[in-house]
């Protein structure tokens, strides 16, 4: 191409090759201002300082607790000895014997107190009150009560379980815990005795000396898995996954972790609770019966339901309700929706004034939230699954009306036409003529907020109306049972995957729509 056949093509197309300088740096600006907005609400919002101040390790904690659960015994040190306890509702059950916890006992002498009482230091009650001593003498033996006679046989001698006590010394002698020794798997380990704590893991020891009631100290530095924020305070020693220990003045709290469920099929009330799955499956199939009221198999049955750990009766029953809500609000809201849809189509209702009462109806029950809907609901009806499937009901009445009557007024007027030529009444007209073109859209919509409309009925059943949103919300305000949250979480997205595959069937079933791949 000559030079001047390159100058008449830039003249013939001047737009093209002269754009003006605000066309040309357009993306630039536009890249810009996005950079700007970013920087902007990075400064808005402090999500710096959030990040900054946010306590990642509860968050790792909680996120750990979805997948599994803890043990929790606490070992308290007294004159020396250890007391150890476990929690009102442990998972172990009412007399936990974890075989990751050894002890070691031993005969040990303890103080009596004034009235004869172990000293409250030794871990006994004493016999003093909060006004002194009670030296209570015995009854003499001719007095009888308004019974009779209350002498009874002659008390036996102390078994070799008993306390022994020793007059002359004041002292009494019984056997008690020394030593405990608690694994966490590998080489990590603690041993505790009185006075004296050793943690071991990651092949690095650290020997804590206790002062019982003042502090806490280490002997040499803290390695990197332990923690203290002042001289004296408790150390914080972290494991990773298998749990941490928090060594106090007074005692020696234990948290050593597990992965699963605890308890998730039995409670530890169930017969079957801690029995192998194939020893209950032989109960079951031919087992005697535990109960001689119902078989095994039905026992097993009421066990799971009622379950008290997990509750699963009562968690499917709210999970069944949740469906249900969203079901009848959206078939309600579909069946009011579609006449009044008519009505508020300009093409098909010429009244002017109809349109637009029925159009601002749409707008107002549209604009309330259906969050909002349901705190009305709540007060009006009180808790329960009548609130959701009204909240729902009067949300979705304004949001289908607004879709179908929009649907209406982009139909083809040519088949509406076609209809009209022939005779037919303006009933038939909109039947024939215009139901078959809106139907298929009418339907699709219909399927996805039914869909939809399962994961809200959770949302707003956590204030009051009804249904799992509630029990989850429970679950989640004690900040400890995270593991039950998974577990309705994870049966609501079960739920929503299958009315989502539902959904699609109805649509190619009733719109005629081909298989996705």
């Excluded at 159009?359 to 808790?383: E, N």
Aim: glycine letters at 10%.
């Amino acid at each position: 191409m000559t030079e001047a056949e390159a100058n008449a093509l830039v003249a013939r197309h001047a737009v093209v090759f002269n754009r003006p300088l605000i066309e040309r740096l357009r993306g630039l600006l536009i890249l810009a201002g996005v950079c700007l907005y970013l920087v902007f609400a990075w400064w808005l919002f402090a999500v710096g300082q959030v990040l900054a101040g946010g306590n990642w390790e509860i968050a790792g904690s909680y996120l750990a607790d979805w997948v599994s659960y803890e043990v929790r015994p606490n070992i308290k040190y007294g004159e020396g000895t250890l007391e150890i306890s476990y929690p009102r509702f442990s998972p172990l059950g009412d007399d936990p014997k974890p075989d990751w916890v050894v002890t070691q006992t031993a005969m040990v002498d303890r103080k009596l107190g004034a009235g004869g009482g172990v000293t409250q230091g030794a871990g006994a009650t004493s016999d003093a009150g909060f006004l002194g001593s009670l030296e209570v003498a015995p009854a003499p033996k001719e007095q009888d009560s308004f019974l009779g006679s209350m002498d009874g046989p002659a008390p036996s001698g102390p078994s070799a379980a008993d306390p022994v006590p020793d007059a002359q010394s004041g002292t009494v002698r019984e056997e008690a815990v020394v030593t405990a020794e608690v694994s966490y798997g590998g080489e990590t380990h603690i041993r505790i005795e009185p006075g004296l704590v050793t943690v071991t893991h990651g092949g690095e020891t650290l020997v804590l000396d206790i002062d019982r009631r003042e502090a806490v100290t280490a002997r040499g530095p803290l390695p990197e898995w332990a923690s203290q924020r002042q001289p004296g305070a408790k150390v914080i020693a972290r494991f990773g996954f298998a749990g941490r220990a928090e060594i106090e003045d007074d005692e020696v709290k234990v948290r050593r972790r597990f992965l699963g469920w605890e308890n998730f099929v039995f409670d530890t009330r169930s017969p079957f609770w801690g029995k192998p799955a194939s020893e209950v499956l032989g109960l079951i199939v031919s087992g005697e019966r535990i109960d001689p009221a119902r078989s095994n198999l039905a026992l097993a049955w009421d066990n799971i339901l009622n379950n008290s750990e997990w509750q699963h009766g009562d968690v499917w029953l709210k999970l069944l309700q949740t469906i249900v809500m969203a079901f009848a609000g959206t078939v309600l809201a579909s069946l009011l929706a579609f006449p009044l849809a008519f009505a508020a189509a300009r093409n098909i209702m010429p009244n002017r004034l109809v349109n637009h009462v029925l159009k601002r109806f749409f707008d107002f029950l549209r604009s309330v939230d259906m969050l909002i809907w349901a705190l009305f609901f709540t007060r009006a009806f009180g808790p329960g699954p009548l609130a959701g499937v009204s909240a729902i009901f009067f949300t979705d009445t304004g949001t289908f009306g607004k879709l179908y009557s929009e649907a209406l007024e982009n139909i083809d007027d040519k088949q509406r036409e076609g209809v009209r030529s022939v005779g037919a009444s303006p009933s038939a007209v909109q039947r024939y003529g215009v139901v078959p073109q809106v139907l298929p859209v009418f339907l699709s919509q219909s399927l996805y907020f039914w869909e939809s409309n399962t994961r809200s009925a959770t949302i707003i059943g956590a204030v009051g109306a009804g249904g799992i949103g509630l029990k989850l919300w429970e679950a989640m305000r004690t900040n400890q049972d995270w593991e039950n949250v998974a577990y309705m979480v994870i049966l609501i997205l079960l739920v929503v995957f299958v009315f989502d595959n539902i959904s699609t069937l109805l649509r190619q079933r009733l719109i005629g729509t081909p298989r996705r791949a």
